[in-house]
């Protein structure tokens, strides 16, 4: 295994001297959730530790968090990507983040009550201020793509994102950490705000989703990535729930198929070493 989830550890990697392409992974749980085989572990599988990984991710981390000017992981993501003495030539960089913005609690903030618009039906009860926070994140995702492109020695690397799969919100949550999130993260909120229809919650969840795909990839940058993963977990359109772990994380099997679709994708634009 050719993964350090510290820079110390990569060092010693790089000391070994086995492999000499490098990755670097920021982002979430879908990059760092320990309870399944995420897209980090299947990323490190299907390279036949050809590739030393770089995974700097946080369970539950939000884009605002990793990319808050003043804050701590934004100095490390500069550091390891554009300062002078310490930074590394990264073959890809693939950011998994924004899930923990727009999913969870805040998702009440973004949705309309039924009852207030009771002729709008699942993404139609989508307000302006979820469109507001997109343009936000969005932001953040320019502000990581600058730092890297100010960089000489990564001012032609790859950047990797993906969208979220569709899902089918239900009250399933997962133990992770000593904390049990029971109620998962969609469902009961949609409830609270009337939207009790199962049929209707697909649909809303759908259009939250694309409107972060449509959103993040109209990204102008030309080494820049969004792989579309919308319907990669869903048969005729139809979220399919044996693929998943809990109410909004896929299971190991549903993460090797997304992972290897963005591997296959980055690799026909030359953007996976």
Same mark, same amino acid.
């Given at each position: $295994?050719?993964?350090?989830y ?5 060092e010693?990697?790089? @000391?070994?001297?086995?492999n ?41 981390? +939000? ?10 992981? =934004?100095?490390? %993501?500069? @550091?390891? +990507? ?11 960089i ?11 609690p @805040? =998702?009440?903030y ?9 002729n ?5 009860? %989508? ?8 343009? @936000? =994140? ?23 994102? !993906? ?14 950490f ?8 969609? !469902?009961?909120?949609?409830?609270? &705000?009337?939207?009790?229809d199962?049929d ?8 939250? %989703? +694309? ?13 820049f ?7 990669? %977990?869903? &048969?005729?359109g139809?979220p $399919? ?14 993460f090797?198929?997304?992972?290897? &679709?963005? =591997? ?7 953007y996976w070493?």
């Open positions: $295994m050719a993964m350090a510290n820079t110390e550890d990569f010693g990697l790089k @000391e070994d001297g086995v000499e392409k490098n990755i670097l992974i920021e982002g979430d749980s879908w990059v760092s959730h320990p309870l399944v085989r995420n897209y980090s572990h299947q990323f490190d599988k299907l390279s036949n530790d050809t590739i030393d990984f770089l995974n700097i991710s946080v369970p539950g981390d +939000t884009m605002l968090n990793i990319m808050d000017r003043h804050g701590k992981q =934004i100095e490390i %993501l500069t @550091e390891l +990507t554009s300062s002078q003495n310490y930074s590394y030539k990264w073959d890809a693939f950011l998994s983040a924004m899930g923990n913005d727009i999913i969870g @805040e =998702i009440r973004f949705v309309h009550k039924k009852s207030d618009y009771p709008k039906y699942g993404r139609e009860l %989508l307000n302006d201020f979820f469109d507001l926070v997109l343009g @936000e =994140i969005k932001s953040d995702y320019e502000h990581f793509i600058n730092i890297v492109r100010s960089s000489n020695k990564n001012s032609s690397t790859p950047i990797i994102t !993906h969208s979220y799969c569709y899902l089918r919100p239900r009250a399933v949550g997962t133990h992770l000593g904390h049990m999130f029971n109620k998962g993260w969609i !469902h009961v909120y949609l409830n609270d &705000k009337g939207i009790t199962i209707e919650q697909i649909d809303l969840v759908k259009g939250l %989703l +694309t409107k972060c795909y449509e959103v993040i990839g109209s990204i102008n940058d030309p080494k990535l969004m792989v579309d993963t919308r319907e990669l %977990l869903s &048969k005729d139809t $399919m729930v044996e693929y998943f772990y809990d109410e909004i994380h896929p299971k190991s099997k549903g090797a198929i997304v992972a290897k &679709k963005i =591997i296959d994708e980055a690799k026909d634009k030359n070493p």
